[in-house]
């Protein structure tokens, strides 16, 4: 290569040097912004996972101590005291002192019912936590309200719900309750061929089928 050339060359190169330096003058503060950020970003994430995970320890730490009280008035007054930090924690909460009101010597079952309908009401509660709430309602009298009681069953009775063959058994009860033995008889024996249904309730089902008479089998 010649001398002539040579020099283009470096002229060249010193000529993209100093352009890259002049854009990294220009624009290098972004990419020690961007850095920064990325580095802030994980460390706020990390702050968060850290403050949630003390916050859930705490919370369980409180539940246990609050349910190894010697007496439910104890346990009641424990539970009460806990003040959840999300939806998660308020839903397991409810639960928890419904259970509380139900177990104690004066069977509090007003106050358990109000505990479970004000989390099955929460707007955005898991849909496990309602249905949970709803079904431990029906199982400890019902709502208050035949209407009410028969849109639970239905919503709990619903295709895919959790306590599904449990609704349909209730609702089944319930049509015996209002004198409609047709209805009843449909819904045990719908039962008794139910693969989610345990073997106690479809053994169930069979036994209230034949103590009215009928058939299991349709007729």
Request: proline share 4%; glycine share 6%.
């Amino acid at each position: 290569m010649s001398n002539p050339e040579s020099f283009i060359d470096e002229v060249t190169e010193e000529v993209r040097r100093d352009r890259l330096y002049a854009m990294m003058r220009r624009w290098g503060w972004v990419a020690v912004v961007l850095v920064l950020l990325l580095v802030g970003g994980a460390a706020w994430t990390e702050w968060q996972n850290a403050r949630r995970a003390a916050s859930a320890q705490a919370f369980g730490d409180a539940v246990l101590v609050a349910l190894s009280a010697d007496d439910i008035a104890a346990r009641r007054a424990t539970l009460a005291a806990i003040e959840p930090a999300d939806g998660g924690q308020f839903a397991i909460l409810s639960l928890l002192r419904a259970t509380a009101d139900l177990n104690g010597e004066d069977g509090a079952a007003e106050a358990a019912r109000d505990d479970l309908m004000t989390l099955a009401d929460t707007p955005d509660v898991p849909a496990i936590y309602r249905h949970l709430a709803l079904a431990k309602v029906m199982l400890n009298g019902g709502t208050g309200d035949a209407a009410r009681d028969g849109a639970v069953l239905e919503e709990l009775a619903a295709p895919g719900a959790p306590f599904r063959t449990m609704a349909v058994e209730m609702q089944a009860l319930a049509a015996l309750d209002a004198g409609d033995e047709a209805t009843a008889l449909t819904l045990l024996r719908v039962l008794t061929q139910d693969a989610e249904a345990t073997e106690a309730l479809r053994r169930r089902a069979v036994q209230l089928i034949v103590a009215l008479g009928a058939s299991p089998e349709p007729a």
